[in-house]
């Protein structure tokens, strides 16, 4: 069992490479900067529903996923978990308000299945930009695209119910429904029971995530790239 | 008219220097370089009620706001304006997306009040950061901020109705209910009516932003600085 799970863990020279493709495909990154930059970051293994970041914490790290997918969740007055974010490959993850005043979180981190990060803390990530300045504009241009990103969401927010609101991220949503039934339970049932009755296209999206969940058959598993990835 | 109009404007000098301000606040611009930054800017006033962006229209500025609030909208289905945003002095505000890809824009852009803006266009801001690439941190910076606040807000959304979650945004309502009541009455009657009953903290919330357009008295006129700002 531990050596299975051992094993779908990808090894750390290809979670730094693909760290260092992602920027790669933003900036030109040296190749004799390559390993000064790794040296900042650390290669983690999350373990599914393990959390890693909770409210009243400091927000320490700053997260690449590498393999896997994170949410992004805060537990309302209800004491319900209420799923604000997905970050799947290539995507970034942090509380950034907390992350920048190192202050604590109003917000949860949680492995929604085995998640590979690379992991970078504040004050790495001060000193690693003014080690590589030009990596300044690589964070500048996912940022930009995250804000992007951010407006849209909050579109749909107006525009839709929550459940809805959620759907930019079917690729993540329909891929923890196909594999992780214990964990998507309770996701679903957090999206499902707020489609109201009259929106019938809404319905009708949601009851694809009800039947991938059902079938294992990927939703939308052709999705394109991410929003900030 | 056309006096008491032009005199409420800013001089393009003081327009200048709140934006060369507001960069040192964040990196340290070097004194040879403000009037080859500045060139990269136009500094506009913005009429009240004008739309600078429409929906479909390529996303071709982006604003910092040295005096005045803009608000960012679109138009539901049902043919009625959403406002998602609202940037006062010291806030950059566009389409990120659009602005990023050079494509069309789903948002609206209106002034809510007279503005004055330093607008740099895609290929201006290409141009500068290439130029002065130590101003990458600036906007990398700025966005980091932004994105935090953006996840809050969409925090906000999932916990409060959207009435609620324009709160963040007080300080600017309240300068909009106190000294433009034709603009508030549109903007009001956007928010009021989503406050559902059982919320009494909310609606008590609301009242008073009702009973600051009828007293015309700002309301909380001494919050702290802006989001993004």
Known sequence: ?????????????????????????????????????????RQKNLKKRDNHLEEGQICKYHYFIVKGCLRLFFINEKGVEQTTYFASESWWLTDYLAFQSQQTTPFYIQAVENTQVSAIDWHSQERLLAQYPYLERYFRLVYQRACG????????????????ALLPFQH????????????????LSEIYPRIPERNQKEKTILNQFNFCKRTSVHLCCNQTKSHNG
Chains 1, 2 share one sequence.
């Open 149 to 164: 990103a951010a407006q849209l969401r909050i579109k749909y927010l107006y525009e839709f119910s929550p459940g809805r």
């Open 1 to 41: 069992m531990l050596g299975r799970l051992l094993g779908c863990f990808l090894s750390k020279k290809i979670m730094s490479e693909h760290l260092l493709g992602h920027m790669s495909s933003f900036v030109a990154v040296r190749e004799e900067d390559q390993a000064g930059i790794l040296a900042f970051f």
């Open 172 to 187: 993540a949503l329909s891929r923890v429904c196909a594999t992780h039934s214990p964990v998507s339970d309770g996701l």
